[in-house]
């Protein structure tokens, strides 16, 4: 498999922080989708894992704005309120 330049430079970052990378990534679902409902569910998500739990609460907050019977965001606020 060949493996490119960028992919050699953002292993080392995976490796030590993956926690970081889907955070990241998540943060820029949310940028290219921001008014898709899932997209800030998985932000939402990220952010539980990072102890960001008011982070967390808005953005599955924000996802009900877009969606207000979305299943995910509404089993995940009751989980962190």
């Known amino acids: 498999r060949n493996v490119t ?15 970081a990378v889907a955070s990241h990534f998540a943060g820029l679902g949310v940028e290219k989708a921001p008014n898709d409902p899932s997209a800030h569910y998985v932000l939402g998500v990220a952010k539980v894992w990072e102890g960001d739990l008011d982070g967390a609460r808005r953005e599955n907050e924000h996802a009900l704005v877009l969606s207000p019977n979305f299943a995910p965001a509404l089993g995940a606020l009751k989980l962190i309120r």
């Open 5 to 19: 330049g960028v992919q050699t430079c953002a292993l080392p970052i995976y490796t030590e922080n993956p926690l």
